[in-house]
């Protein structure tokens, strides 16, 4: 081995120990952005040491550096334009659309690798499996942040014969993949396995429900990583592989911690066919029982005379954009010495976490979030939970067998004195079934945008304490 | 099976059980924003995609090269940077009160 080869070996295990230190210090926000950055430092010696190889081996032509300083900026340039200018309520589709282009990376690497029909089975198995997972995850997370942004319907798009086609795709790939792994080789194999790769990454995604996308992503997310280290084994190059098992693993435990807080299997969230994502529109109603709707002013009277007041936001609030107005009403609040702390479901919001960085976005400190546990510990001592926008996360019928939500983990909403509900209307939630917290009698509903409602909760309590 | 092979795949191994270990103890509070830096992080592919850009010779060499470091730096860099900028908003509660 060469000195520079050497130095180059050496600057990629500070780059893959920089991964896991940063990994390890977003155990808590307070050091979570050091650590994020300390991540970035491991990136840029990585590519530094890449540099010196190629600089070093001197077998890069003059249009190959232009090439790939041209393919460098224009990725750079978007990446960054496209990272500074999405609102944080679009941040899932973003992620996924990274996550994309990502696996798409991954794919195109060990192309080449496999076109020719020479080469050792250690370098073609992994080849052949980075392919086929590198592509499967480029068309499945661009559908993914399709369906998210509303170019893809987020219902579930069912066909009939779907799992035929299915089938018939992961065939034609496991036969295109033997033919490449044996030596036969050539282009129109690699062709027919990416193209098998790329159809069955749509077939497996548009059957599932945009309420299920969060774990798809995320699930996606790891087999990127996934197909980074078969990249690494291809190109023989540590760091892809650390790098790459590491998010592997890590995308793995998200994605099992996520689809546990919906309280749905993996296996019955691929199968799909369940969640549309967007559940305003549902039919309303609640089955005949009353509803008490209260207006602004004595919801604001509530408010404006209890000690302790639990926010429960959900989707109807980062729909809405509505952080900022909360955040004005918990200051009002406040002023008037009253606690007030928010109880955030795993799953409020668009991703685990995401509500989170939404009341970060609006000056919230993430010391008054209360997770799941926390909070139902706080609530029964609550004199009024103000609910904006979360439905299915509050239903006490989760608690009951035999419905769309059994078993699922919820907020205990219905043991706070008393609840203030605000929401356009009755509608449902992705579950599609009523919310019987909405016709307890001690819950008042406020029909309004979650916008609008908070805004005027925050003008009548300012006008109640003068 | 090569030394070198079962070298690589030795580490490959570790590396996952690091990552299972690493990721198992992190808040729901931060679950987004360690998704998109575990992204960031597979945009390393960056590093694979600068060595296959940098032996082409054909044209098809030259436009693969350039779809896959754009692809990879896109990755990377839109990656880091979104979850730099949630990251920044959270707050410790001292320096917002």
Known sequence: MSTVETVVRLAYLAAATCFVLGLHLMNTPATARRGNRLSIAGMLLAVAATLVLLVDSGDTSPAGWIVLAAGAVVGSVAGLWAARAVPMTAMPQLVSLFNAVGGGAAALVAIPELAPPADAASVRVPAALDVVIGALTFAGSLVAAGKLQGLVPGRPVLFPGARVVGGALAVIGAVAAGVLVRGYGGGAAVAVLAAAALALGVALVLPIGGADMPVVISLLNACTGTAVAMAGFVTDNSVLVVAGALVGASGAILTALMAAAMNRSLAAILLGGYGTGDGASGPSGSGGAPVRAVTADD????????????????YGLAAAQAQHALHELATVLSARGTEVTYAIHPVAGRMPGHMNVLLAEANIPYSDMQELDAANAALPLADVALVVGANDVTNPAARRPGNAISGMPILDVDRAAAVIVVKRSMGHGYAGIDNELYTDPKTGMLFADARAGLAALTAAVKTLVG | M?????????????????????????PATLHTPLMSATNAIHGVILVGAMLVASVAETTADYALGFVVTAFAAMNVVGGYVVTDRMLGMFRAPEASR
């Open chain 1, 299 to 314: 919801a604001a009277i509530q408010l404006a005379y209890a000690r302790r007041v639990v926010v429960v936001p959900g």
């Open chain 2, 2 to 26: 090569s030394a070198e092979l079962l070298a690589t795949l030795s580490i490959f191994l570790l590396a996952l059980l690091v990552g299972f270990e690493v990721i198992g103890k992190v």
